[in-house]
């Protein structure tokens, strides 16, 4: 029988949740082993707008390896869109557009971005997983009850500029754990008082797993879902 058990890493397509995405796998690995209680988990949620490395275990052996993994630190892009805010702090959300009377030069935007470096205090967008009173945060929003998202402690070793023209910043962050681009993108809009939402994110590495070595998910699509 071949052997398939082991650490996968996925290029996650647009639009897909990464739930969605290991249940391609699972059923692949289902159907290659015949075994239908096979062990397979994944290594930090991307969004469905998001794309990138998504770091997926096959086998106990390997699922037991999972939280080292997340632990690691990761590398996206993001491409952040000022002059708006969004209700989910992407593009997916209702935009409302904001008035300001200095539109951003590349010097203030560095300027701003160097305040983000090192640990910092970050607010979790409101439409995550994150869970409380043991029911994910979103689920609560969508019902309508007032949510309070609560600061934690994250690290950013680096953001740079990719390019510049607004209101499109692309820019190059390198975290820790736990980091939601989102919220970096909501705060640095806040930050130079100009509104902002993420709107479009690619992760390129997770620790030493980089996006150049990605397989696409068509490669697992052996059953139709």
Not at 77 to 86: N, P, Q, R, V, Y
Not at 125 to 154: C, D, F, H, L, N
């Amino acid at each position: 029988m071949e052997k398939i058990e082991g650490i996968y890493i996925i290029d996650k397509p647009l639009g897909m949740s990464s739930q969605r995405a290991v249940q391609v796998v699972k059923y692949w690995a289902r159907e290659k082993t015949g075994n239908k209680k096979i062990k397979v988990g994944h290594a930090g949620t991307l969004d469905p707008l998001a794309t990138g490395v998504l770091i997926v275990a096959v086998g106990r052996e390997y699922t037991k390896s999972i939280d080292t993994i997340v632990a690691a630190h990761k590398v996206y892009d993001a491409k952040i869109h000022l002059g708006e805010t969004s209700t989910t702090d992407d593009a997916e959300g209702e935009k409302t557009t904001h008035e300001f009377s200095h539109m951003p030069s590349r010097e203030d935007i560095e300027n701003i971005l160097h305040t983000f470096i090192g640990d910092i205090a970050q607010i979790p967008p409101k439409y995550s997983a994150i869970k409380i009173g043991g029911k994910e945060a979103y689920k609560r929003v969508r019902r309508g009850e007032i949510v309070e998202m609560q600061p934690r402690t994250v690290h950013i070793d680096k953001i740079e500029i990719i390019e510049y023209t607004y209101p499109l910043l692309h820019v190059h962050v390198a975290c820790g754990k736990g980091t939601y681009i989102r919220s970096l993108a909501r705060d640095i809009g806040d930050a130079l008082g100009t509104g902002a939402y993420l709107s479009g994110l690619v992760r390129t590495s997770v620790g030493d797993f980089v996006i150049t070595k990605a397989q696409s998910l068509d490669d697992f699509a052996c059953k139709k879902l």
